[in-house]
């Protein structure tokens, strides 16, 4: 579809058609927090950030980045799985990672890798692979060009979400959570703008006026949503919120009218298939679940 065609179509659409119930209506499960840090003491005293969940064969599989307080650089990967995405058992060997700085992750599987892109010290971006969900190993920083193959200019590089399509990789990044780029690659190895201009910007809602950054990319009836977070301007504490955007080319975006879909720091959303058929998990601060609707066996707040 053509750029013009797709700005028509958009603009003649209605946000309900655009943007489906089961994508953007959610109810917190009553129980929340359904994962969190394990307090003083332990090397996951708390957790930050995004961290990323799977379900995999009926297992939930959840990746997390633990720390302990006064912070350092000592940022560490940890990882439980759980039978209902509600009650989760942290791995005995955890933490699973810890050689490098690793954060705000989100992870593809393609066949029978998973590749792990996360944020570093500097919030720089690397890239990280495993077989087996559990053995990590680091594959360096992502190397990203302009468009005419120049680096871009020095800084942060920062929460990196990547989606695979047709034998390439797109990689959405944040510089500053001023706005997010978009790059691609066929090789992992060089990742080149597809322009030099951002893709998704702040505002004009005030919900992402301050700061913006991308989490997810879900492919849902042919089109592309992104779910992301952004920050309220001034906000005391610092509110955090999920949002949504819909494109039919990962490069035009257009925004959810009804965002924030949560607010009151509940942010880095990860969009997940259980058969209802989504539900919606924030990662920052602590982990809480949204339903659509209550699976069997799973009450709700709503289904009291």
Wanted: include cysteine; charged fraction near 20%.
């Amino acid at each position: 579809m053509s750029t013009m065609m797709m700005l028509s179509v958009f603009a003649t659409a209605a946000a309900g058609e655009l943007f489906p119930p089961e994508l953007v209506e959610f109810t917190p499960f009553e129980h929340n927090p359904v994962f969190q840090g394990t307090g003083p003491g332990h090397w996951d005293e708390t957790i930050r950030e995004r961290g990323w969940i799977l379900r995999e064969n009926g297992l939930y599989h959840l990746w997390y980045t633990g720390y302990r307080f006064p912070e350092t650089n000592s940022k560490s990967l940890g990882y439980a799985t759980s039978p209902d995405g509600i009650h989760w058992e942290r791995y005995s060997g955890n933490p699973i990672y810890s050689e490098k700085w690793t954060e705000d992750m989100m992870i593809v599987k393609v066949d029978a890798t998973y590749y792990m892109f996360a944020e570093g010290a500097n919030d720089e971006a690397h890239m990280l692979t495993s077989t087996d969900r559990i053995h990590w190993v680091e594959k360096g920083p992502l190397h990203i060009t302009k468009k005419n193959g120049d680096p871009i200019g020095p800084g942060p590089f920062g929460t990196p979400t990547a989606f695979y399509e047709n034998e390439t990789w797109y990689l959405f990044y944040e510089r500053d959570d001023v706005a997010i780029w978009l790059a691609t690659s066929k090789d992992l190895e060089v990742w080149t703008h597809v322009q030099d201009e951002p893709v998704l910007e702040r505002g004009p809602g005030v919900y992402d006026q301050a700061m913006i950054a991308l989490d997810q990319i879900v492919k849902y009836k042919g089109l592309y949503y992104a779910y992301y977070h952004g920050l309220v301007p001034n906000s005391n504490p610092q509110n955090w919120t999920t949002n949504i955007a819909v494109s039919s080319d990962l490069i035009h975006w257009t925004k959810y009218p009804r965002n924030p879909i949560l607010d009151k720091d509940r942010s880095s959303g990860v969009l997940v298939e259980d058969g209802s058929p989504f539900r919606l998990y924030t990662m920052h601060p602590v982990v809480c679940l949204y339903l659509h609707h209550s699976p069997l066996g799973v009450r709700s707040s709503s289904a009291k």
